[in-house]
C-alpha cells in the first residue's frame, strides 16, 4: 500500500490500514470522472451529513459541518476513491472488507469545524475546550478518538462543505446505544462557548458548499 493511499483510507476510515495491497499511487483527478458510484457517494453522503452554527448574539463563534460515516457513506466512498485510482477488484473487496470492520468498532463521523478563535480548534487536544457527545434521546455516549484529517485534495473531494478556515477531525464514538440507522439523532461539540449540534433528523440543515469564515 502507497503511503498515501494508506492515509487516505485510513483517516477517512473508509477501509482499514494495511488492507489494500499494490494499490497505484495516483491523485484524484482535478475534474473526477462521472458515474454510478458518484452520483451514488453524493446521494448517501448528503444524506448523512448536517450543520450547525454558533453565534454570541451578532458575534459569529463557530461553524461546524459533519458527516455520520455510515456503512452506506463508507463504501460509496471507496467505490469512488477505486474509480479515481483504478483498483482491480482485489483491492475493492480487500478495501470494502476493511470498511465493514471498522464499522464494526463503533460510530464514525467526518467533522469540519471553524472556528473564529483558532485556539478554540482543538477537538483533538487530550485538553479539549469540547465535549463531543452522541445522542439519540435514550443513550448518550462520549467520543474517545479524535483524529486530525490532512485537508488535502482527496478530503475535499470526498466531502466538499470542507472550507479553506477549517480543521478537519474524524471521530470515533464507542456507541452501546440502539442503531443509528432510519432514527433521528444529534453528535454535539459542547463547551464553554455554547453548543454545536449537528441534527441527523429530518430537519437537521444539510452543509453549504463550502462554508466561510466571514
Same mark, same amino acid.
Given at each position: 500500500?502507497?503511503?498515501?493511499?494508506?492515509?487516505?483510507?485510513?483517516?477517512?476510515?473508509?477501509?482499514?490500514?494495511?488492507?489494500?495491497?499494490?494499490?497505484?499511487?495516483?491523485?484524484?483527478?482535478?475534474?473526477?470522472?462521472?458515474?454510478?458510484?458518484?452520483?451514488?457517494?453524493?446521494?448517501?453522503?448528503?444524506?448523512?451529513?448536517?450543520?450547525?452554527?454558533?453565534?454570541?448574539?451578532?458575534?459569529?463563534?463557530?461553524?461546524?459541518?459533519?458527516?455520520?460515516?455510515?456503512?452506506?457513506?463508507?463504501?460509496?466512498?471507496?467505490?469512488?476513491?477505486?474509480?479515481?485510482?483504478?483498483?482491480?477488484?482485489?483491492?475493492?473487496?480487500? /478495501?470494502?472488507? *476493511? &470498511? =465493514?470492520?471498522?464499522?464494526? +468498532?463503533?460510530?464514525?463521523?467526518?467533522?469540519? $469545524?471553524?472556528?473564529?478563535?483558532?485556539?478554540?480548534?482543538?477537538?483533538?487536544?487530550?485538553?479539549?475546550?469540547?465535549?463531543?457527545?452522541?445522542?439519540?434521546?435514550?443513550?448518550?455516549?462520549?467520543?474517545?478518538?479524535?483524529?486530525?484529517?490532512?485537508?488535502?485534495?482527496?478530503?475535499?473531494?470526498?466531502?466538499?462543505?470542507?472550507?479553506?478556515?477549517?480543521?478537519?477531525?474524524?471521530?470515533?464514538?464507542?456507541?452501546?446505544? /440502539?442503531?443509528? *440507522? &432510519? =432514527?433521528?439523532?444529534?453528535? +454535539?461539540?459542547?463547551?464553554?462557548?455554547?453548543? $454545536?449540534?449537528?441534527?441527523?433528523?429530518?430537519?437537521?440543515?444539510?452543509?453549504?458548499?463550502?462554508?466561510?469564515?466571514?
Amino acid at each position: 500500500m502507497t503511503r498515501h493511499l494508506a492515509a487516505v483510507l485510513l483517516s477517512l476510515a473508509l477501509a482499514g490500514c494495511g488492507a489494500v495491497q499494490g494499490v497505484k499511487s495516483r491523485l484524484p483527478p482535478r475534474e473526477p470522472r462521472s458515474g454510478p458510484e458518484d452520483g451514488a457517494y453524493t446521494e448517501v453522503r448528503g444524506a448523512a451529513s448536517r450543520r450547525a452554527r454558533l453565534y454570541d448574539g451578532l458575534v459569529h463563534r463557530a461553524d461546524l459541518s459533519g458527516s455520520w460515516l455510515s456503512p452506506e457513506v463508507r463504501e460509496a466512498g471507496v467505490r469512488l476513491v477505486a474509480t479515481w485510482q483504478d483498483w482491480g477488484p482485489a483491492e475493492l473487496e480487500a /478495501a470494502l472488507a *476493511a &470498511g =465493514r470492520a471498522e464499522s464494526a +468498532k463503533g460510530e464514525e463521523f467526518m467533522l469540519s $469545524l471553524y472556528t473564529a478563535d483558532p485556539k478554540h480548534n482543538d477537538l483533538a487536544n487530550p485538553g479539549s475546550v469540547w465535549r463531543i457527545l452522541l445522542d439519540d434521546g435514550a443513550t448518550q455516549v462520549t467520543a474517545t478518538s479524535v483524529e486530525i484529517v490532512p485537508a488535502d485534495a482527496t478530503t475535499r473531494q470526498l466531502f466538499p462543505y470542507v472550507g479553506p478556515f477549517d480543521t478537519v477531525y474524524r471521530v470515533r464514538v464507542p456507541w452501546t446505544g /440502539a442503531p443509528l *440507522a &432510519g =432514527r433521528p439523532f444529534t453528535l +454535539k461539540l459542547l463547551g464553554a462557548l455554547g453548543p $454545536l449540534v449537528l441534527d441527523f433528523g429530518p430537519n437537521g440543515k444539510r452543509p453549504e458548499r463550502p462554508h466561510q469564515a466571514p
